[in-house]
Every structure is written in C-alpha cells, then in structure tokens.
C-alpha cells in the first residue's frame, strides 16, 4: 500500500483480556518496528523485525506482549491479559532494507488502547 | 546507554516568532539524528534527518537542525513559527547494535502557536 496501515485505529477492551494489533507495512519493506507511545511520554522502542533474521525483542517490557511477523510482511502485535497501565497508542513504523543514509521510518497512524 | 534528551516538555510561541527546540543525545560513535513531527491524531512525520556531512541540515516546513559535536546536541530551529506548526515534535538517535537498528527517541516537547 502506499502508507503504514495499522487497525484497530481504537480499542477499547478491559482488564484482563487480550488484543491483537495488527500492522501493514509499505510493500516492499523488509524492516518493521513497534513502538508505543504512553500519555506525556516518548516513544519507547518494542520490537523490531529485519527480513528473515530473529527479531530484536529487547524492549517488550513483559513476557504478555508478544509480535510476530508472517510471510514477511503484515504484523501482529498480542497483548495478553491486559492491564491498565497498557493503555497507550501503539505505533508501527516500516522502512527498506539497511538502516541507511537512503531510508528512514515511515510511521502508520497508530493504534490507541484502551485498558478499562 | 544511549539516550535522547528533549529538555523542554512544552514551549508556546506567538505566530511569526522564531523558533529553537532543543536535543540532546548520548551515544559513542557518530549518530544518525533525526526530528519527527506528530499533529493531533496523526502519525509520525520525518522533518529532516542528519548522517554526515554540512552539520546544518534543512528540512520540511522550513525547519533546520545543526548538529554540534561538541555539546552532542541536534537543536531543531525555524526563523517565523506558522499557527499549523502547532505539534509535537520528536528527536531520535538511529543506533546499530549486533546487527540490528533501531531509533531512541526523546520524550517530545510540544509545540502551542499563539495567534
């Protein structure tokens, strides 16, 4: 596509239960980030994906969260047994190739959680 | 550990004025510095990016951003500030680490335009 789609653009779900996230990056791009943006904060960096390599998952702050990423291109990111402190805007960013002079991120519109 | 300091969590400036948002970073080797824009209920949007070379970079909306080595500090800059300006505005460290790359960004600082 031409953009970074990311759905739901809004989730509202409670205490407990979990969500999915999911993430179209451009086509053609073989890096994928996730990162989300709490209320007042920055971004804080998830989980990145590089083309068939292991993913980076060093900022998944808990064992609940966990992404994957098939056939290369569309991701999920799952939230198990979500708490209140989840609620943010999860941000998903694509880019081309090696990180590079040439490329950058390019940001979808995000997804807002809302844990009740 | 690499970080990216935006000291000003909010600035408000009247139309027309001019503009600095400062950043800081701490990172060992030469960075790749970048300034995203984020309007309400809106992505992220790359304003201008540094990787070497002239240390004055231009950018979009007519913003520019000198990187300055010696006080690690990528401060974003434009002359006369437009009410649509009004946003909130991201610095980021781009980091290679085993392999993998990843951007490190400031908490943000938000822009308010007064008429």
């Known amino acids: 596509g031409a953009g970074v789609s990311q759905s739901p653009s809004n989730k509202v779900t409670e205490k407990g239960k979990d969500v999915e996230l999911r993430c179209d990056p451009i086509s053609g791009h073989t890096a994928l980030y996730w990162y989300r943006q709490s209320l007042g904060q920055g971004l804080e960096f998830l989980i990145y994906?590089?083309?068939?390599?292991?993913?980076?998952k060093s900022g998944l702050p808990s064992d609940r969260f966990s992404a994957e990423r098939t056939g290369g291109s569309v991701s999920t990111l799952t939230i198990q047994r979500t708490q209140q402190e989840d609620s943010a805007v999860y941000l998903c960013?694509?880019?081309?190739?090696?990180?590079?002079?040439?490329?950058?991120?390019?940001f979808g519109a995000g997804s807002r959680l809302t844990v009740l | 550990a690499q970080s990216v300091t935006q000291p000003d969590i909010h600035i408000t400036v009247s139309e027309g004025a001019s503009l600095e948002l400062r950043c800081n970073y701490s990172?060992?080797?030469?960075?790749?510095l970048f300034w995203y824009v984020q309007s309400p209920g809106q992505g992220l949007q790359l304003l201008l990016k540094y990787f070497s070379g002239d240390t004055l970079v231009q950018g979009i909306k007519g913003f520019e951003a000198e990187f300055k080595r010696s006080q690690s500090s990528f401060n974003l800059r434009k002359p006369s500030v437009h009410w649509s300006d009004a946003a909130e505005y991201f610095c980021?460290?781009?980091?290679?680490?085993?392999?993998?790359?990843?951007?490190?960004f400031g908490a943000g600082t938000r822009l308010a335009v007064h008429p």
């Open positions: 960013a694509s880019r081309t190739g090696t990180f590079s002079g040439a490329n950058v991120l390019t």
């Open positions: 994906f590089q083309g068939n390599s292991a993913p980076d």
């Open positions: 980021a460290v781009g980091l290679f680490s085993g392999g993998y790359n990843k951007l490190i």
């Open positions: 990172y060992g080797a030469t960075p790749y």
